[in-house]
């Protein structure tokens, strides 16, 4: 773990960051995308340790940065379906974004209603850059986040900036709903077949919730979210006929 912390130090050092518009970054040269840079950095870390070392490297320490793009923030792709603008922000795994992307993210995300900004939660984000990263080289088109209209429930994870509603062009929303679900807890889920978009959100506070909205209703405890977390278990799922919503 030492060794990660220093990776992540490292980079956060180099002052990785991303925006709608543009790459900020004082280190390489501007305009590199960040994945190269980060690929850059790493084989530099790889030639440094490995020059100071006055023996092989061990193999976990080889391994360490190998894999040291864990440790690397992720470079997601966003398409805003309301002002149909594309951009790039980097967000590390565990949800964490530099002060400069944290205003990104805010304006982003903010409410197209009021026009309100208000961060996104830490762990939402950090479901959104695994997102990114389990689909790679596809882009997040987000329909819905932060929302704090007067018709807005005051319990609405929307307004809690805990919410994200968003396609991926070429990936099934069932895939993208069943690997959420099963992969994370104490999170919402939502399917919105009739729209074309799937629903995330974070609920420290409550269990787990599934649902499938199909003609302006909510139809909780769907047969698909049984379904996928048996299946992220191994065990055996029975028939089922298929039904709206289910």
Request: hydrophobic share 40%.
């Amino acid at each position: 773990m030492a060794e990660l912390s220093a990776i992540r130090t490292f980079f956060t050092q180099a002052e990785i960051g991303l925006n709608t518009n543009q790459i900020r970054e004082s280190v390489l040269p501007p305009m590199v995308p960040i994945l190269i840079k980060i690929k850059i950095m790493t084989t530099a870390m790889a030639g440094w340790t490995a020059a100071a070392a006055p023996v092989p490297m061990p193999a976990q320490a080889i391994a360490t940065i190998v894999n040291s793009e864990v440790a690397a923030p992720v470079a997601v792709s966003l398409y805003d379906e309301n002002d149909h603008q594309t951009g790039t922000i980097a967000i590390w795994r565990d949800g964490a974004v530099d002060d400069a992307t944290k205003a990104v993210v805010k304006k982003l995300f903010r409410c197209r209603k009021t026009f309100r900004q208000k961060m996104m939660a830490q762990k939402t984000l950090a479901m959104l850059a695994d997102v990114s990263d389990h689909y790679p080289g596809k882009v997040i088109e987000y329909v819905s986040a932060y929302r704090s209209g007067g018709a807005e429930s005051s319990t609405s994870p929307h307004r809690a900036g805990t919410a994200l509603d968003f396609r991926i062009r070429g990936v099934q929303l069932r895939d993208i709903r069943d690997y959420v679900w099963k992969t994370y807890n104490d999170v919402g889920v939502g399917w919105y077949p009739q729209e074309q978009f799937v629903h995330i959100d974070t609920r420290p506070q409550i269990h787990n919730t599934a649902w499938t909205f199909v003609n302006g209703n909510n139809r909780y405890h769907p047969y698909w979210a049984e379904t996928a977390k048996r299946q992220a278990t191994g065990v055996a799922v029975a028939p089922h006929e298929h039904r709206a919503g289910s």
